[in-house]
């Protein structure tokens, strides 16, 4: 999974076998090291009976993205690339949430592209 973040704004991009993870209930998560800092910086994906739109929270060094189970699943097994919400923060700002499928980039290629969904890319791929 990758993370990136802009003002206000979190994108994660997913790989089949993540998405394959999820469908069967497991949460994805990737972590970041940092020096003299345990455990870094976590950012997790989870699926989530009880929430009824896209919830994101931070928790210590934890960012945490869950998604409604069946929003979820319909998406994963759709050809939709991505879902996304807007959620109000605080200062009347709001933060944007976008989880897509991982596209393979086309201007690196030694590049893995076995876990990517290639398929999807193919008439309207971009440079990543």
């Not at 869950?66 to 996304?84: F, G």
């Not at 933060?95 to 590049?111: A, N, Q, S, T, Y």
Request: charged letters at 25%; aromatic letters at 4%.
């Amino acid at each position: 999974m990758k993370l990136r973040c802009i003002h206000n704004s979190i994108r994660l991009r997913l790989r089949k076998s993540e998405l394959d993870q999820l469908s069967q209930g497991q949460a994805v998560q990737e972590a970041v090291g940092f020096p003299n800092t345990t455990p870094g910086l976590i950012f997790a994906l989870a699926l989530g009976m009880d929430v009824a739109t896209i919830d994101a929270r931070l928790e210590g060094h934890v960012i945490q993205i869950t998604l409604p189970d069946q929003l979820a699943l319909s998406w994963i097994n759709s050809m939709e690339v991505s879902i996304e919400a807007d959620i109000p923060l605080d200062n009347g700002e709001y933060l944007h949430i976008l989880v897509e499928k991982d596209f393979p980039c086309k201007d690196r290629e030694g590049e893995d592209k076995s876990d990517l969904f290639e398929d999807l890319a193919n008439g309207s791929a971009k440079v990543c």
